[in-house]
């Protein structure tokens, strides 16, 4: 995946920050659900050192404020799995009250209810949405042109 994002090939792209890859998940029954992928590769945040392990998380605490002020979320949540995928990377999901599972974790609910397809009207606008709420919180971010 980081390959294709570095060759300019995939298409939920949103930022480069300076420790991570930020992308629009594919589960998007939880709007504004995105995946940063650390730059670095560890397969544990205690390995990562920890000037990178803060940097990492500094950002992602940025990137979560700029996608709530898109979404407008009841809670975020934050999960760093890696078991079928061992790199770091965080996942931000947004919750909302009116989802009747809100207080248990996502990955109860059958993946084939999760991944919601966004129209691309709605896919870029949302992408775009948060790019620009990225810009304003990392002016060295690396955003793609719309």
Sequence with gaps: MIDRIKAAGFRDFIAELNSCYVILGDQQ??????????????????????????LLC????LVADAIAA???????????????????????????????????????????????????????ALIGSIRSQVAARFHDARIPPA
Aim: aromatic content about 10%; hydrophobic content about 35%.
């Design 29 to 54: 029954l939880y709007r504004g659900y995105c995946v940063l992928l650390a730059k670095l590769h560890a397969t544990e945040l205690y390995l990562m050192p920890a000037d990178a392990a803060r």
């Design 58 to 61: 500094d950002e992602m605490r």
């Design 70 to 124: 898109v979404v407008k979320p009841w809670k975020m949540n934050y999960e760093c799995l890696g078991n079928s995928e061992p790199h770091v990377h965080w996942h931000l999901l947004p919750r909302y009250e009116t989802d009747e599972m809100r207080r248990g974790p996502i990955w109860l609910r059958p993946e084939s209810e999760r991944k919601v397809i966004l129209d691309e009207n709605d896919r870029r």
